[in-house]
């Protein structure tokens, strides 16, 4: 991961993420804000998709970073192969968790992972710009069990490897696979009953 | 494939091929296999192709959707520096470490114990030639006690019950002597109670 030139621009510090959490774990707010930037418009877009409001993104972002806080001396580099960012997104998914079983099931069974919610639905402009094939997508992504939903929107947002996003959600690696495997099948079942391709 | 993990499954096999994370050994052996099965290798293909797509498919969707960064690092940053003002206030948190001894103390305080105990026990268990020395108390007592439990007689010790001697002390020449008084007054009181005895049997009958 490359890190943000400090001071001297001449000479850009490269600090890891673990080494910017130690600092943060020091008492450092500003080694904290590094890495919040660094991992803001991701972690804030798989929020975005797992509860499907922009609101709802946000606040749940600033939960992240409380329980990364208030859980800064759990953090611990060697037993994480995914590092700080595995860690993280861990959080976040289960922050989203929370959220899921606060709000109830019947309402995540009717917006899915939230694509189609009025508070998720994109601005009327880019409404217009939604394909019918992209709209195909996400109604077969909404379509997907929650564990497949889960890997795929992982992998996308995330970009962790597999091994990484299995030790995330707390399962095997096969099982991380087999489920992205069954996701795609399935997508590819649903995309083929239209001719078209999905949007490019 | 990294950290070690064995892929088992050809399914699980061919999405991590798709994804690029198939590594080293495991990933020419895969290949391997691809260039003999030609069924594999159609499966590998369809399911990278689709794999594609949903990738592609997924960062079309996404591009559409807003999420204000901005205004979500600036609530962050006020956490963080809530939370940086906070930790300053706290006092310092006294740690458990600091509190624990070191290893080798517990090696010393074991000692320590043992030494007292073995202390204790010496003092309570003399060894035997100091017993050896020391005058037994026990005919004293004895001798004490019967003199003691005949204070009406007639033959009463003037001298009354004997001191006790302390256990310990070296005196064993005087208790000595003072044993063989008492044991003769004891023969003698015994003599007289005999004798008192008899007579009275004489006044019955």
Redesign the interface.
């Given at each position: 991961m490359t890190a943000k030139p400090m001071d001297n621009e001449s000479e850009p510090i490269i600090l890891s993420d673990e080494t910017l959490m130690q600092q943060l774990r020091d008492g450092q707010a500003h080694a904290g804000q590094m890495l919040a930037a660094r991992y803001a418009l991701m972690l804030l877009r798989y929020l975005r998709s797992q509860v499907g409001s922009e609101h709802l993104a946000e606040e749940l972002h600033q939960q992240t970073w409380i329980s990364v806080l208030e859980h800064i001396d759990r953090f611990d580099p060697k037993s994480s192969p995914g590092g700080f960012k595995a860690w993280l997104f861990r959080i976040a998914t289960n922050k989203a968790h929370d959220h899921w079983r606060s709000s109830g099931r019947e309402k995540s069974a009717m917006t899915g992972i939230g694509l189609i919610t009025d508070t998720a639905a994109p601005e009327a402009e880019q409404r217009l710009e939604g394909t019918e094939e992209m709209m195909k997508l996400r109604r077969a992504i909404d379509s997907l069990p929650e564990n497949q939903k889960q890997v795929v929107m992982l992998k996308y947002y995330s970009g962790l490897k597999f091994v990484e996003i299995a030790e995330v959600i707390g399962c095997p690696l096969n099982t991380a696979l087999g489920r992205m495997h069954k996701a795609v099948a399935r997508l590819r079942q649903i995309m083929q009953e239209q001719p078209r391709q999905m949007t490019r | 494939?990294?950290?070690g993990?064995k892929?088992?499954?050809d399914?699980?096999?061919?999405?991590?091929y798709a994804?690029g994370?198939v590594e080293g050994e495991e990933l020419t052996q895969f290949e391997a296999r691809l260039a003999s099965d030609a069924s594999l290798k159609q499966q590998a293909t369809a399911?990278s192709d689709?794999?594609a797509?949903?990738?592609?498919?997924?960062?079309?969707?996404?591009k559409?959707?807003?999420?204000?960064?901005r205004?979500?690092?600036q609530?962050?940053?006020a956490?963080?520096?809530q939370?940086?003002q906070e930790?300053?206030e706290a006092p310092a948190p006294i740690s458990i470490q600091s509190w624990r001894p070191p290893r080798w103390a517990y090696a010393a305080a074991a000692m320590v114990a043992l030494f007292v105990g073995f202390c204790y026990w010496w003092a309570n268990n003399p060894p035997d030639n100091q017993v050896a020395e020391t005058p037994t108390t026990e005919p004293t007592q004895e001798v004490a006690a019967d003199n003691q439990n005949a204070p009406n007689s007639d033959n009463n010790l003037d001298a009354g019950p004997a001191p006790m001697p302390l256990a310990f002390e070296d005196n064993s020449s005087e208790n000595s002597d003072r044993i063989s008084a008492l044991e003769q007054d004891v023969v003698a009181l015994s003599n007289d109670q005999v004798s008192a005895k008899n007579s009275s049997n004489d006044i019955d009958q």
């Open positions: - | 494939m990294e950290h993990k892929i088992m499954s399914e699980s096999l061919l999405v991590a994804a994370e399911l689709d794999y797509q949903l990738m592609n498919g997924l960062a079309a969707m996404d559409r959707y807003r999420v204000d960064e205004r979500s690092l609530q962050v940053d956490l963080l520096q939370w940086e930790q300053a």
